[in-house]
C-alpha cells in the first residue's frame, strides 16, 4: 500500500486512528498498530509477510537468548547475523551471483525467479541493530514479542525508512504520549511530504525517465544535463517526501522518529552531503561496520580498506547491481580525496565548494540511475560533450515544458530554508499556513485521482 493512494488516505489511515484513539489502553493500541501494520505490509504481496513474521521471531529470540546465555552469546549474535545476512543475500543477490560465475567460468547457470520483498533490506537492518544493539548492553532485550513485533512492522516506516532503531522508540513503545499540537504537527509534516511526492518527484519523473530511457548516444549536452537535475530533485523529493510521512504519521502517534534529510544539495562536499542525505543508514553503516572495523583509529592502509568496505557494502545494499557497486566506490573515492587532499581549501570559497559538491553528486547520480556501466558512460560522455549543442526546442520531446513548473518549483524548494524565515514575520502566518497546507492536501488528492500507479524509488531496495 503507498501513502499516495486513496486507499491508504480515505479508508485505512482513517480506520486504523479510528480504532487506536477509541481504546486507550496502550497494550491494545499496540496491537491494533501490529494488526494494521501487517495488513498493510501484506496488501501488495502476502506471501511476503511469512519473511517478515520470520525475521521478527529470529531476531526476538536471539535478543533473549543473547541476554541470558552469557558465555555464548558472541556465538548466537554470528549465528543470528548468518540468518539475517543469509536471507536478505538470498532475495537480494542470488542472481546477481549466479551471473558473476556465469561469466567468470563461461557457463549458463540458470537465474532463478525470485521477487524481492519489498521492504527486506529496511526492516532486516532495523533487526540487526536491535540484536547488536542487545549484544552491546546498548538495551535491554524486549520481552514482550507484542511490543517488539509492532515495532519491527511499524508501517510508517517499514517499508522504505528512514530505519528506526529500538532504543530511539524503545521507550515511546510503551509510555508514548498524543496531544492535539501533535497530531496536527504530524499531519502538517505528512502533507508535506505528500506535495513533495505527488507534485515534484512524479512530475519531475517524466522528463528524468524520458531522457534516461530514450537514446543516450543523441541527446545534447543541455539535454544530458537537464535529465541528471532532473533525477537529482526527484530522487529527493521522492525518498525526502516519504521520510517526512512516515515521520509526519509517527508524530500523530506520539512517536519522535529522527530526521532522514538535512537540505543535503547544500552541501559544500561530499563528506558533508553523506551527512546530510539518508542519515539513517548513513549512520547505521558507521556504527555497525565503519567502528567495528577500526573507523579511523587504524593504520592508513587499513583506513582506506575500511572506507572502500562499508562503500562498497552501502551501494551493493541499494541493489544487485555492478552500478550500485561503482556507485558507493565512485563516493569513496571522492571521500578520502577530500580528506587527504581537498579538506583545507573546501570551506574557504563557499560558492565554488557548492559547485564542487553538486557536480560530483549529479554525476554520482547518473551512475544510480543508469541502467548498466555502459549507458552510464555514455550519459556522461554527453554532459561534456560541448560539440552536440542542443538547443531549447530540443527540450520538447522530453516532457520538459509541460513539467516546467514543476522544475522551477523544485529547484526553489531545494534552496536553505533559512532564507525563507522572514514568512514568518507576516502578520498571521499561522493562519496562512493552515490554509495553505490544505489547499496542498486537496491539490495532491487531485494528482493523485487522475495519475497512475507511482511507488516510491525506494521501495525496490
Known amino acids: 500500500m503507498l501513502f499516495n493512494s486513496l486507499e491508504f488516505l480515505f479508508v485505512f489511515f482513517p480506520w486504523f486512528l479510528c480504532f487506536t484513539f477509541f481504546f486507550k489502553k496502550r497494550s491494545i493500541q499496540n496491537g491494533i498498530l501490529l494488526l494494521f501494520s501487517l495488513f498493510f505490509y501484506a496488501w501488495g504481496e502476502p506471501k511476503n509477510l511469512i519473511l517478515m513474521i520470520f525475521m521478527i521471531l529470529v531476531s526476538y529470540v536471539s535478543a533473549l537468548l543473547i541476554e541470558h546465555v552469557h558465555k555464548r552469546k558472541k556465538v548466537i549474535l554470528v549465528l543470528y547475523i548468518g540468518i539475517a545476512l543469509g536471507l536478505l543475500g538470498y532475495f537480494k543477490y542470488l542472481n ?6 556465469s561469466t567468470l567460468f563461461s557457463s549458463n547457470l540458470e537465474l532463478k525467479t525470485i521477487l524481492l520483498p519489498i521492504g527486506i533490506s529496511f526492516y532486516t537492518f532495523q533487526c540487526m541493530s536491535y540484536v547488536i544493539d542487545v549484544y552491546r548492553n546498548h538495551c535491554s532485550a524486549q520481552k514482550n514479542l507484542l511490543i517488539f513485533a509492532s515495532y519491527v512492522a511499524l508501517f510508517p516506516q517499514l517499508i522504505a525508512g528512514p530505519i528506526v532503531r ?5 521507550r515511546e513503545m510503551i509510555f508514548r504520549k498524543t496531544s492535539h499540537e501533535g497530531f496536527i504537527e504530524g499531519f502538517n509534516r505528512f502533507t508535506i511530504g505528500l506535495g513533495k511526492k505527488v507534485l515534484l518527484a512524479n512530475n519531475l519523473a ?22 541528471a537535475i532532473s533525477y537529482a530533485m526527484q530522487i529527493y523529493f521522492d525518498f525526502s517526501g516519504y521520510s517526512d510521512m512516515a515521520i509526519g504519521i509517527g508524530r500523530m502517534l506520539g512517536f519522535h522518529f529522527l530526521e532522514n534529510f538535512d537540505e543535503p544539495y547544500l552541501s559544500r562536499s561530499i563528506t558533508e552531503f553523506w551527512r546530510r542525505w539518508h542519515i539513517s543508514l548513513g549512520t547505521w553503516f558507521r556504527d555497525y561496520v565503519y567502528i567495528p572495523l577500526g573507523g579511523n583509529r587504524v593504520s592508513f592502509p587499513r583506513w582506506i580498506l575500511n572506507i572502500l568496505i562499508v562503500w ?3 551501494g551493493l545494499w541499494h541493489g544487485a547491481s555492478w552500478n550500485f557497486i561503482f556507485w558507493g566506490l565512485y563516493f569513496a573515492l571522492l571521500l578520502i580525496i577530500e580528506k587527504m587532499i581537498l579538506y583545507p581549501y573546501l570551506y574557504r570559497h563557499s560558492f565554488f565548494s557548492h559547485v564542487y559538491a553538486l557536480f560530483f553528486i549529479l554525476i554520482g547520480w547518473v551512475l544510480f540511475r543508469t541502467e548498466n556501466l555502459i549507458d552510464c558512460f555514455y550519459y556522461w560522455i554527453a554532459m561534456i560533450d560541448f560539440r552536440h549543442l542542443g538547443n531549447v526546442a530540443s527540450l520538447i520531446k522530453y516532457s520538459f515544458f509541460e513539467n516546467l513548473p514543476f522544475f522551477l518549483a523544485g529547484l526553489f524548494f531545494c534552496l536553505p530554508s533559512k532564507w525563507f524565515s522572514s514568512i514568518k514575520k507576516i502578520p498571521f502566518f499561522f493562519l496562512w499556513k493552515d490554509l495553505c497546507l490544505t489547499l496542498l492536501f486537496l491539490l495532491c488528492i487531485l494528482f493523485i485521482v487522475n495519475e497512475s500507479y507511482s511507488p516510491f524509488i525506494y521501495f525496490r531496495f
Open 312 to 314: 562498497s557494502l552501502t
Open 96 to 101: 546477481f551471483l549466479i551471473d558473476i560465475l
Open 166 to 170: 529500538y532504543t530511539t522508540v524503545e
Open 206 to 227: 517524466l522528463i528524468a525517465d524520458s531522457i534516461f530511457d530514450s537514446n543516450i548516444h543523441l541527446i545534447p549536452v543541455n539535454v544530458a544535463w537537464v535529465g
